[in-house]
């Protein structure tokens, strides 16, 4: 039997590009006997520092790159045939992500996307990109990671329309608002003692005013629904400003206050909003703490459909990458076939 | 462009066969226009009485069945080149279901189960036979339905090993416990009280003893995780038998009994059991109520994944069938591709 060799390049080397370099090489065997494809990882890079070897790198030498190998045309030199970028996210300029995912894209490479700026700034265009040269796009990663989102509605639904999709989808405003409802202490407290634990970024405000579930709701409407929704179209509300008074009242009504994203079908198209919403103590997203996800999918001909994720990161979205990496060799080898 | 035509036969018409034809017949332009496939429901049976159209039948022409038109060789005649079986299940004999899945993978026919009886009868058997002629077999509408179950396994969670399973798949156990835990009746007058309200068969034990349960988990086990568990391997334990006391314990705890069907892998096998397990409120198995079902699937890289679903029957139930139909299209559509 012949056994293909599937050159891979992880762009972005943090947290999640490491977990994911480490898991695809835990998983050698199992592409070579599921798949018949002998992986390498041929490239890996930060922002600065970089390897490649086209022989395939190991897990011994992940710990020492090399200053100035990182970029675009560095990726492009490995001679690698699929890309996985774990970048830093910036929305509002698409991040470094967003040269890597291009070049890739427009050179036909298939293409695994795990960080949201670039979807988010550029996503219509980098959908146009692939579709043009044939590349594949995945992006699970970008999409709340483990939890399935357009899993759901590309595989569990397929054939059902999606008439409304909500979801808590970050889980700094859960563990802030789970906080100021179960101890009673103000917005003000609950950060500060979620920096001091690691749950809140010093600067929190893409988390608590909203934007990261902007921008995983966005991905999901536009990969996942075929939507074509800029931040412009979205209305967004954060948990900043919620007031003692406010949580006093929920708790008074027996009700769980989530920041949730939504979607919601009219006339054929999508509108989006994030905002929160409170819910009664026998609803499923009442009970998504910390660090969950969880996402509400009402289709015409299978009623609701919920699915919670609770996996540890930066594992849980490493697997969610190559999740979409198996789809991609499962793909790629039903078009090997008919080569 | 050319249009191929797919004849589809649906053995089994009761009210799961008829929505199933009603939806598959509405969604005629869908399959043209994704898919590039004109799909004929060329022939419809129950036990009795049929119809078939090679040019295919027509929703107004499912209200008149002719009887004596039915079986496998009824459905062989109709030259179907896929099958939904939707017929009566019976575990302990594989039903009539049996003859038609066999005599349909035998001829290397797709098949679509919806039935669990043969599943759950000869399952390792009908497992091989589709190997060997090439057939597809789905049965997403045996297992749970519209609650994905191997759906996940398969797609969502793709890469990462089960190490264990937990679901809520029977809807009457669901609706006895929660009558007996939330009024304070027992098993009896709560049984009497399901089967006025056509919650419950008149013969209940298939659901009160946690048979249709272990089925589902059975079918998952086996067709989901690549298990080889008979109904012998399963401990089964029903509700049956929980007294007012035990009732009472599970309130003065906070705990919400259900019956559940458990899959925990150990030393690379998967044992199974069927019992009653109580949940403190802030479970989300907690909070499953009536008619809707759940699914807790742990693996090693993406932690817990709970699925719920709530879809209303028999509509479901198709929606899952025809989600399997959509499957089968995507995957020979790659398969024509290299003919």
Redesign the interface.
């Known amino acids: 039997m012949q056994m293909r060799t599937v050159r891979v390049a992880i762009a972005g080397f943090g947290g999640v590009g490491r977990a994911t370099a480490c898991?695809l090489l835990s998983?050698r065997a199992?592409y070579r006997q599921v798949y018949g494809v002998d992986i390498r990882l041929v490239a890996a890079c930060g922002s600065r520092a970089g390897l490649s070897d086209d022989r395939g790198l190991g897990e011994d030498q992940l710990g020492a790159l090399e200053d100035g190998l990182s970029g675009p045309a560095f990726i492009e030199a490995s001679g690698a045939d699929l890309l996985i970028e774990a970048g830093p996210s910036d929305f509002r300029t698409g991040g470094p992500g967003l040269g890597y995912i291009r070049s890739a894209l427009s050179a036909g490479r298939d293409t695994i996307v795990v960080s949201k700026g670039a979807l988010v700034h550029s996503g219509i265009e980098l959908r146009q990109l692939a579709r043009r040269s044939g590349a594949l796009l995945k992006l699970s990663g970008a999409a709340a990671a483990?939890?399935?989102t357009i899993?759901?509605v590309d595989?569990?639904?397929?054939?059902?329309t999606v008439l409304k999709v909500e979801g808590i989808l970050n889980a700094t405003t859960n563990y802030l608002l789970d906080a100021m409802m179960t101890r009673g202490i103000g917005f003000d407290a609950a950060l500060r003692e979620a920096q001091l634990g690691g749950f809140a970024e010093t600067d929190p405000r893409n988390d608590t005013e909203g934007w990261d579930t902007a921008c995983k709701l966005l991905i999901l409407a536009n990969f996942g629904l075929d939507a074509d929704l800029t931040m412009n179209d979205l209305t967004v509300e954060g948990i900043q400003s919620v007031s003692g008074e406010r949580i006093e009242a929920w708790r008074r009504e027996g009700l769980v206050p989530k920041l949730v994203g939504s979607l919601t079908r009219a006339d054929g198209t999508f509108s989006a909003a994030v905002g929160i919403k409170a819910y009664p103590?026998?609803?499923?997203f009442a009970?998504i703490?910390g660090k969950d996800k969880a996402i509400r999918i009402v289709?015409d001909?299978?009623?609701?459909?919920?699915?919670?994720?609770?996996?540890?990161e930066p594992?849980?979205t490493?697997?969610?990458a190559?999740?979409d990496?198996?789809?991609v060799l499962t793909?790629r080898a039903?078009?090997h076939?008919?080569e």
Chains 1, 2 share one sequence.
């Open positions: 898991l998983r199992r483990a939890l399935p899993d759901l595989h569990s639904l397929k054939g059902c103590l026998s609803d499923p009970n703490r289709t001909a299978m009623g609701e459909t919920i699915a919670i994720g609770s996996g540890k594992l849980a490493a697997a969610a190559l999740k990496l198996e789809h793909a039903a078009a076939l008919s």
